[in-house]
């Protein structure tokens, strides 16, 4: 497809087992701007279709070698990037997005896709062993044992509403389950259903260019809970990759715990993304940090998972000249337009929870309207914040809150009191070396990533990444869901004692 971005119209269908399929009920798109469209609202029934689709094709994709899912994989890039104009067209109407940005996350997606095919053909994701037989051994003689990872089946995945592109139709979680082996059925997002249709129409067209099983993936549009429900709980569905809200998270991993086979649930659901200023980093540079601080709050109207909300800053002048550097950036932020009315109302109330609390001082206080979000900046001490719960509940948007310690051991028990993050930093200095070096074992026990002197929204595509951390950042502390070893998720271990060459596996034999 390569026809002009003005050409696509949606037509509203949804994709199982290679067929786009129509349904009697049918929702219409809420667009940022320009035309709406109407889309069929999914069923329970469809996702009984979808799944038994996905169970039929793992009987052959599962056993398909690495060489044939990389060429998969790297044309499902193919045939995304020949459809970008469409993509980046529709997927602005719908979210508001910059195309700068789309254009952007279509790369990172496309080169997730090509970084899991060259990952796979090395094997390593495989973590293959052999424990040569040992028949002469005393008292007793060790069989020939080998050990493979192997992929567990169909996989379920729920686009989010923040990554129309990286982390929805063929987003990360769809890319590693795919290479792993596993096919797909996918839970689209209705914040933005047509970008996700073009996107499925891109891999139904790798689909068929490598002749896959059609039932190796599927896509469901809208629906409401019954939907979402009879997904992660049909039988043949075999783990669940989810991106999204704390609330919806944890009921969709409570049902998966509650199944008769309770199976994974993968789910990335909420971070406040803690800095820590030590004292020779904001006496040198607390005014840049500041700054920093804003545009990186600001960024994509704060919309990033990694968005870091909360500031541990020391007392005293130089701490309120850092302050005093990010109200100012913020003050001068211009309104971003938010993903969803849902996304801007919930910021709004994010921000009416703060300024109803007796524990916080606002710094900078906006009045955001409609889908248009302005920054606001709030203050609180270590004492208030680790009494007050809420003051660590994530706001998804441009809302940022200081927190002012009096010396190094109250940072360290404020530390201590943050829940589960998806990333720490700690901006330092050579003299904070030593108070750096005290607070890293608790960082490492509270945040997937922790890094030095930068801002954690950007996401390295990349072996070394870790996107997931203790709850209730992530529901499985031990998984990553960007990086490579994101696709280790959906694979597991089997042992093959004294089985014949012939019958072993790829990567064993």
């Known amino acids: 497809m390569n026809s002009p971005a003005h050409d696509f119209a949606p037509h509203g269908n949804h994709l199982i087992a290679g067929e786009w399929v129509g349904s009697d009920a049918r929702f219409q798109s809420a667009p940022a701007h320009g035309p709406a469209h109407d889309f069929a609202i999914g069923t329970p029934e ?19 070698t690495a060489a044939e899912r990389a060429a998969f994989l790297n044309a499902i890039a193919n045939e995304i990037e020949a459809r970008a104009e469409a993509i980046t067209q529709i997927g602005s109407q719908e979210t508001g ?50 050990m493979v990872q192997r992929p567990i089946g169909p996989v379920a995945v729920f686009g989010a509403s923040n990554f129309p592109l990286a982390f929805s139709t063929a987003g990360g979680d769809t890319a590693a389950a795919l290479a792993a082996g ?41 629906g409401k809970r019954d939907v979402g429900t009879a997904l992660v709980q049909h039988p043949l569905i075999k783990a669940v990759g989810f991106t999204g809200s704390l609330g919806g998270g944890r009921a969709l991993f409570d049902l998966c715990a509650q199944r008769p086979e309770p199976i994974p649930f993968f789910g990335e659901l909420g971070s406040v993304n803690p800095m820590f200023v030590l004292p020779e980093a904001t006496a040198a540079r607390g005014a840049e940090i500041g700054q920093g601080w804003a545009g990186s709050l600001t960024m994509g109207a704060g919309q990033f998972c990694t968005n870091p909300g909360i500031a541990v800053v020391m007392a005293g002048p130089e701490g309120d000249a850092l302050v005093a550097a990010a109200a100012e950036a913020l003050r001068d932020a211009p309104g971003q337009v938010m993903l969803t009315d849902g996304i801007a109302a919930a910021y709004r109330d994010g921000k009416d929870r703060m300024d109803g609390r007796n524990t916080v001082r606002p710094v900078v206080t906006t009045d955001s309207t409609g889908r248009e979000a302005l920054p606001n900046l709030y203050e609180t001490d270590a004492a208030s914040y680790l009494q007050d719960h809420a003051l660590g509940e994530e706001v998804f948007g441009p809302l940022g809150l200081v ?46 990533r922790v890094l030095a002197n930068g801002f954690p929204t950007g996401v390295e595509v990349c072996d070394t990444m870790v996107h997931g951390g203790p709850y209730p950042a992530s529901t499985n502390f031990g998984a990553t869901s960007v990086g490579t070893l994101s696709i280790r998720r959906f694979l597991r271990p089997v042992c093959y004692q004294n089985i014949p060459a012939g019958l072993l596996p790829e990567g064993l034999a």
């Open 46 to 64: 469809l996702v009984t279709a979808a799944c038994l689709a996905a169970e039929e094709a793992f009987w052959s994709y599962g056993y398909t």
């Open 97 to 146: 997005l910059p195309e700068g940005r789309l254009q952007g996350e279509r790369g990172r997606t496309t080169g997730q896709l090509r970084l899991f095919a060259e990952h796979i053909l090395k094997g390593a994701h495989l973590d293959a062993r052999h424990d040569p037989a040992l028949p002469d051994r005393a008292p007793l003689p060790r069989p020939d044992l080998r």
């Open 182 to 222: 596993c096919p797909v059925v996918v839970k689209g997002h209705s914040a933005h259903p047509g970008t996700g249709e073009i996107v499925a129409e891109a891999i139904h067209a790798a689909i068929r260019t490598c002749n896959i099983h059609p039932g190796v993936f599927s896509l469901i549009q809208g």
């Open 403 to 448: 927190v002012r310690v009096t010396d190094a051991d109250e940072m360290q028990a404020l530390a201590l009191g943050f829940e589960g993050q998806l990333t720490a930093t700690l901006h330092m200095d050579d003299g904070d070396t030593e108070a750096a070096r005290a607070l890293m074992p608790i960082l490492e026990r509270k945040a997937g």
